[in-house]
């Protein structure tokens, strides 16, 4: 564990992104403890899930596009100013060995300077993420570049994995928390929720975040009454 808790300073009471359920959650309940090896973030869409993780990433350093706290590009500043109103209250005595930001809507701007920097052989199995399918350039990087005692903030990785994809990377996470990293991740997938020792906020659009089990979580429940009768699930959704 690096990071134990997150909190919101001297944030504007409006505006975007501070009107944003995640953010207006952060406001009332002081900030968000991190008391697992493994964060999940759930919800629907518009929560501000994404949001949060991308600002917790740049609060602690990593580039608002992606990639290693080395990375500086930029090829087009959309991230929000939620970053620099966050304060990452950190484990004393503990600092990460690496980390990683991993978005997935601009994975490729990544891969783009991936290969320009040269760092391919080195962390990313010799290929470049432009060479492979976007879900197995996800696994190189999780494999090949993810390691122990790091630092990682993912926000939706599942965007570009298949359900074998998503259980592979499920193994090579609980592998590094072993490991001594620390994950928080911004998912919709049943399969990441199902995390060994994970912590699940899942954030609602009325601005509450709450710590809920794993047969809670909407995706988990949506998920499982859709796979038991598709049919019948999809003639309700359809009257409805």
Same mark, same amino acid.
């Given at each position: ?9 001297? %944030? ?23 008391? #697992?090896?493994?964060? +999940? ?8 899930? #994404? ?90 990087? %999780? ?15 599942? %965007? ?8 592979? +990377? ?45 047969d809670q979580a909407d995706a988990v429940v949506l998920t499982r009454a859709?796979? %038991? ?12």
């Amino acid at each position: 564990m690096f990071i134990k808790q997150v909190l919101l300073d001297r %944030a504007p009471a409006g505006g975007y992104p501070f009107d944003l359920p995640a953010v207006r959650a952060l406001r009332e309940r002081g900030g968000l403890k991190l008391p #697992s090896p493994v964060t +999940l973030l759930a919800g629907d869409n518009g929560t501000g899930k #994404s949001t949060l993780v991308e600002a917790i990433a740049v609060a602690a350093g990593f580039n608002p596009e992606g990639g290693s706290t080395a990375f500086n590009f930029a090829t087009r500043p959309s991230e929000s100013v939620l970053g620099e109103h966050l304060v990452l209250s950190r484990v004393p005595g503990r600092r990460p060995r690496t980390g990683y930001f991993l978005r997935a809507e601009s994975f490729y701007n990544v891969a783009t300077e991936i290969e320009r920097i040269g760092e391919i052989v080195a962390g990313y199995g010799g290929v470049s993420p432009h060479e492979r399918s976007h879900g197995e350039s996800f696994l190189d990087l %999780a494999i090949h570049r993810f390691g122990p005692a790091g630092l990682y903030l993912l926000d939706e990785p599942e %965007a570009a994995l298949s359900v074998q994809g998503c259980l592979a +990377l499920l193994l090579r996470i609980a592998e590094l928390v072993q490991l001594g990293s620390q994950f928080v991740i911004a998912t919709h997938s049943p399969v990441l929720l199902a995390c060994p020792q994970a912590t699940i906020y899942e954030i609602g659009k009325a601005g509450d975040i709450a710590e809920i089990g794993y047969d809670q979580a909407d995706a988990v429940v949506l998920t499982r009454a859709f796979l %038991a009768d598709p049919g019948r699930f999809l003639q309700r959704l359809f009257e409805e």
